[in-house]
């Protein structure tokens, strides 16, 4: 297996005390049984989040009816918390002792793909036009590299809409969600003067700005051409205009006192509840928080909230409706794996957790399925679920920076963001050391 020193100095600080799921696929048969298929499974869906969570809820289901079809086939299957799964993956990676199935990030997939640790897809979805044609467009593509197939996604959709209190807007004098930032600004103001923040903002984690914020805001500024003019190392830098416009937003709304000023030291969860509370108007988050709302929210937010996006810009090259979005996790099947039956046995329990059936329940529930679910019942989705699907289903999709960046680049992002939104450095401050960072990384050997 090729290995990058990134992945050498895995192994030295993470391949000790591994068990579970590892280290499970050179062999196809369990208790001398030789015709008994075994698939080890890990992922981060837990039983404790069924009809909690609309990812957990479809793709637990789809297990449990691949189980039930398929009663000749055991999947033995670890079920583990975000954090812990990072950890042990990523450790398990660096032993070469991955699990047959196992979930990789959109972040990880070049890693992963570099050093051989994924099986590439595209021979098995051949076989299965139907199922590999039902994905959302755009979806396959952070599970894709040289033009192959790596992982197939479960969820999509933004990683930025606004859920806003539309009472408090109209009280504002505001019947809609504004629709120019001259407009947003004058409703900040005019909150301000009721002691209300325009949005509650939580980077603590350091990972919120660039994912529901920046990503966004920047696609406004510059359309999709100058994100991939970056990702193709064709010219575009994070100098241009655009990009320091579109943060130049941001921090505009910090300094005009729109914002918490706790914006760096409380987390998103923490951010969510000041919105519960009354004490901003509006957030910014993905479609994932939409449960969250209907779930958590008291009950006069709940009704009152509704979902937007952030307005266009005069003279920006962006789609007026897109959001960053698309899939960020992936199902991948581990690279030692051989064709025959057991690759098509699971080819069919990815089908069954993340295909048309699973992709249906999940839209019902409340998610935004990378599979097209079609047609499906919405009469059980609360108002704030189903405004969520409705502008996901609008929205233009465009890149996830911290999806698609390298490492390096989102880290000095995630960073630096920080003193922007506190005051301590400026937004070309903040370009330029980005722009440094992406130097660096494009002058690597």
């Given amino acids: 297996m090729k290995r990058t020193p990134v992945m050498l100095a895995l192994i030295l600080a993470l391949s000790s005390g591994l068990t579970a799921c590892g280290g499970s696929t050179d062999s196809e048969t369990m208790s001398g049984d030789e015709d008994q298929i075994t698939i080890t499974l890990m992922h981060r869906y837990q039983k404790s989040n069924i009809g909690k969570s609309p990812e957990d809820t479809a793709v637990l289901d789809g297990l449990e009816r691949f189980r039930k079809d398929y009663p000749d086939i055991e999947v033995i299957e670890e079920q583990l918390q975000n954090e812990d799964y990072s950890i042990k993956a990523q450790a398990l990676a660096a032993a070469d002792d991955m699990p047959d199935v196992f979930i990789v990030p959109g972040s990880w997939m070049t890693n992963f793909v570099n050093n051989e640790i994924v099986l590439p897809l595209d021979t098995e979805l051949e076989k299965r036009p139907e199922w590999r044609d039902g994905y959302r467009p755009g979806t396959l593509d952070a599970g894709t590299r040289n033009g192959q197939v790596y992982g197939i996604p479960i969820a999509a959709g933004p990683t930025h809409l606004i859920y806003y209190n539309a009472e408090l807007f109209a009280e504002a004098g505001y019947t809609e969600f504004p629709s120019s930032w001259d407009e947003l600004m004058e409703a900040g103001g005019r909150l301000a003067d009721k002691g209300i923040n325009l949005f509650s903002y939580g980077d603590k984690s350091k990972g919120y700005a660039i994912s529901s914020w920046i990503s966004a805001l920047t696609d406004r500024f510059t359309g999709p051409e100058w994100t991939e003019s970056i990702l193709a190392k064709g010219g575009a830098k994070f100098t241009d205009n655009g990009f320091v416009e579109a943060v130049t937003v941001m921090s505009d709304l910090a300094s005009a006192g729109y ?19 009354g004490r901003s108007a509006a957030f910014v988050s993905g479609i994932w928080s939409a449960m969250n709302v209907v779930n958590n ?20 090259l962006g789609h007026s409706l897109s959001s960053s979005g698309g899939a ?31 992709a249906k329940l999940m839209a019902e529930v409340g998610g935004f399925p990378a599979y097209d679910p079609g047609t499906f019942d919405t009469s059980k989705l609360h108002p704030v679920a189903l405004a969520a699907y409705e502008a996901s289903a609008a929205a233009e999709a465009t890149k996830i920076f911290d999806l698609w960046f390298d490492a390096s680049i989102v880290e000095v992002i995630n960073t630096e963001i920080q003193g922007v939104m506190a005051g301590s450095i400026t937004p070309m401050d903040f370009a330029e050391r980005t722009q440094r960072a992406y130097e660096t990384y494009l002058n690597k050997p």
């Fill in 328 to 358: 960020g996790v992936y199902y991948s099947i581990n690279s030692k794996v051989e064709a025959g039956e057991k690759l098509d046995a699971m080819m069919t329990l990815l089908e069954y957790m993340t295909g048309a059936t699973s």
């Fill in 259 to 277: 914002l918490n000023k706790d914006l760096n030291s409380i987390d998103t969860e923490t951010m969510v509840n000041y919105y519960f509370e």
């Fill in 297 to 316: 929210a008291p009950s006069h937010i709940k009704e009152t909230t509704r979902v937007a996006v952030f307005p266009g810009v005069e003279g920006g």
